[in-house]
């Protein structure tokens, strides 16, 4: 079975200091792995993706096969970064399509 | 403007009816899906297509029916099978079901029991 773990539901931090939302999975094969996010009263929405290997709004995540993990990282956390964040999981070979989100971190970064 | 419409935004249902939300989108995409969310939880996925004429049960299919006889059009029959319905139900496309395809989201349709 696929699962998504993200072991804090709220995380909160000082602007300009370092964040990171934690993301375990568990999955038999090789995941694609993404990172959503809701800001307020707006659509849950893509922030960024395992494949794509990019840089979106200062965050990174790396995959870590070895751990299981797609930490969310941003060396300098703004206020704007203020949001519910979820990993999420699609099936690539093994259950192809199928998609596991975890419950989500609420970031807060307070001035 | 391209985007997903969840239709009603609110919607109440007394006990023993079925009720069906409506989702739309606009962006010709082959793949859709429906998440139920309840407070303090995540997205659980209850059905997903993946192409026309085509569905999956997902993880908490019970109680709940769907039908996808157009491509843009994946609408969700919340039974009297299904015993605690209110829940906040989100709809979403992807261009295709493949694993890098990211998922775009409606604002969601939010049921509750009279």
């Known amino acids: 079975a696929q699962r998504v773990t993200q072991p804090e539901k709220l995380l909160s931090v000082f602007k300009g200091a370092p964040v990171e939302l934690k993301c375990n999975y568990s999955?038999?094969?090789?995941?694609?792995l993404f990172w959503y996010v809701q800001y307020s009263r707006q659509r849950l929405q893509l922030l960024l993706r395992?494949?794509s290997r990019e840089s979106i709004k200062g965050f990174t995540a790396d995959l870590n096969k070895g751990e299981t993990s797609f930490h969310l990282k941003k060396p300098f956390a703004q206020e704007e970064d203020s949001a519910m964040y979820y990993c999420?999981?699609?099936?690539?070979?093994?259950?192809?399509?199928?998609?596991?989100f975890g419950d989500g971190t609420t970031l807060t970064v307070k001035p | 403007d391209g985007g997903i419409t969840q239709s009603p935004k609110y919607l109440f249902r007394k006990e023993g009816q079925n009720v069906t939300l409506s989702c739309e989108q606009n962006l010709n995409h082959d793949a859709m899906y429906w998440y139920r969310q309840d407070p303090g939880q995540g997205l659980r996925l209850i059905y997903y297509?993946?192409?026309?004429?085509?569905?999956q049960k997902g993880d908490i299919a019970e109680g709940y029916s769907v039908s996808r006889e157009k491509k843009e059009s994946f609408p969700l029959t919340v039974t009297s099978a299904q015993k605690n319905p209110t829940a906040f139900y989100l709809c979403a496309s992807s261009i295709g079901a493949g694993g890098f395809q990211p998922q775009h989201f409606g604002d969601g349709t939010r049921l509750s029991i009279l």
């Open positions: 999420a999981l699609k099936g690539f070979c093994t259950n192809a399509g199928k998609s596991t």
């Open positions: 999955y038999s094969g090789s995941p694609e």
């Open positions: 395992h494949i």
């Open positions: 297509s993946q192409i026309v004429n085509d569905f």
